[in-house]
């Protein structure tokens, strides 16, 4: 006679299906409000040197990463597993493609930006605690083709990791309580910089009336920057098996995170050209919040506003540190990555190696400082591949039209299209402008081609 309960224990823990739609959009927003936001402007200002049509690239930029999402949004009620576009690229152009994205998302796409956030936090971080941001070797241990050098900064920017790491090992409890609390933070940190901004900030509407003219193929190209700052309006579709009811709540999370942060990075953007003339705007050296804040408030601003990147980084940290680990462990669980990847915690319902093993390697990229090279020379794979999963869309539709969508794609197919349009233009520019950046970037996700080759051949003789 079978033993039913032994044969219960023996089925392995899903994922916690727990997350609610405003836990999705805090992800998404999270994920993409960063640093970006507080240098590209100048960048775009060097392009754009109107402050109307600066903000115009902006809105563009925000319509194109909502065509985006509520791609993504499609494609996510209808395929709801963990994994985002490693999926999406499976199901529609085979494995190998699915497993590029998953192998660019853990070797740089995630981790890499994890190393540098963290390192950015700490250099933050040191106007409180100096010997936060300081840089001097402890310890080096010489590893051949490179050192991992233990600096005080360093070590620093590993304990946030190996925290925010631990936060969301423990369940999506603890991790949606942290994650929820530090984006409500960072939205009522910057909405508050906006209102005391134009309330009491020492600023001139007269900046909106001055600008020279626009070449309209400059204000194409300063689209790039910007949807590099968008990135993440996808998070949400990472987690979407641990989403319940997907089909309703992963779209309003897609569309009401993407939302929030268009409507964020627009005021951000008045809020700088009413502080700065953009002639000074687009010469600053500096984060432009920073440089905007000490013509509003004075330097007396200046411990706040490092208080305030604090908090913004830790947030963008923990959506990542939430996020990345999905992917790994729907290519484990499809056999492309290490099956212990797959491994859930059967207490806390959490991909417990998949957090690990990305917690490691990005606290090995801290240490060795190549984090920096890695997210540099894969920036435009994160436009690649986003325009390639929004492509799936079309393929999808076509391959099974009968198949029930809980969720359909506003605009289609005109609004995806030129998404998809828009980012193989971007990806063409960065191979064009920056052919070595960008070639180095192509070795990164082709050195993935042979350990795809070797898992598969492993998996066949298992």
């Known amino acids: 006679m079978t033993d039913v309960s032994s044969s219960a224990n023996r089925i392995p823990p899903a994922l916690d299906r727990r997350l609610g739609p405003l836990d999705g959009a805090a992800i998404v927003v999270s994920n993409v409000i960063g640093g970006g936001i507080f240098l590209v402007p100048a960048f775009v200002a060097q392009s754009v040197p109107h402050p109307w049509a600066m903000v115009a690239v902006w809105g563009a930029g925000g319509v194109l990463a909502f065509a985006g999402a509520m791609a993504y949004a499609e494609l996510a009620a209808l395929r709801p597993r963990a994994g985002g576009e490693y999926v999406y690229l499976r199901e529609a152009f085979g494995p190998l493609a699915g497993f590029l994205t998953g192998w660019t998302s853990f070797v740089a796409g995630f981790a890499g930006a994890i190393a540098a956030s963290a390192v950015g936090l700490a250099s933050y971080l040191s106007r409180f605690l100096p010997a936060a941001g300081d840089t001097t070797p402890l310890l080096t241990v010489p590893l051949g083709l490179l050192d991992l050098v233990v600096s005080p900064q360093a070590l620093v920017a590993v304990l946030v990791i190996a925290c925010l790491s631990g936060v969301h090992i423990l369940g999506l409890g603890p991790g949606r309580i942290i994650q929820n609390l530090l984006a409500g933070m960072k939205v009522a940190l910057l909405v508050a910089f906006v209102a005391l901004g134009f309330g009491l900030g020492e600023g001139n509407t007269a900046h909106f009336t001055t600008g020279g003219a626009v070449s309209p193929t400059l204000w194409v190209l300063a689209l790039v920057p910007v949807m590099f700052s968008y990135s993440g309006w996808n998070a949400a579709a990472y987690v979407a098996e641990e989403i319940r009811d997907p089909g309703r709540n992963v779209p309003l999370a897609l569309g009401v995170g993407t939302v929030v942060v268009v409507v964020i990075y627009l005021f951000l953007n008045l809020l700088f050209i009413y502080a700065l003339p953009l002639t000074e705007f687009a010469a600053v050296d500096v984060r432009v919040g920073d440089a905007a804040a000490d013509r509003l408030f004075g330097p007396r601003i200046a411990g706040p506003v490092a208080a305030a990147s604090v908090v913004m980084i830790a947030a963008s940290i923990s959506a990542m ?31 417990l190696v998949a957090i690990v093993a990305q917690g490691v390697w990005a606290c090995l990229l801290v240490l060795s400082g190549r984090f920096e090279q890695l997210v540099e020379y894969t920036g435009f794979a994160v436009v690649l591949f986003a325009g390639v999963a929004v492509t799936a869309l079309f393929v999808l539709r076509r391959r099974d039209p009968n198949e029930a969508r809980p969720f359909r794609a506003w605009g289609y197919p005109l609004a995806p299209l030129v998404f998809a349009v828009a980012s193989l233009l971007i990806v063409l520019n960065a191979l064009w402008r920056s052919p070595v950046t960008s070639g180095a970037g192509a070795l990164v996700i082709a050195a993935g081609v042979p350990v795809y080759l070797l898992m598969r051949r492993s998996r066949a003789r298992a």
């Open 321 to 351: 540190v939430m996020a990345g680990p999905r992917v790994y462990y729907a290519m484990a669980r499809d056999g492309q990555f290490p099956a212990m990847a797959a491994r859930v915690d059967p207490r806390f319902r959490t991909p």
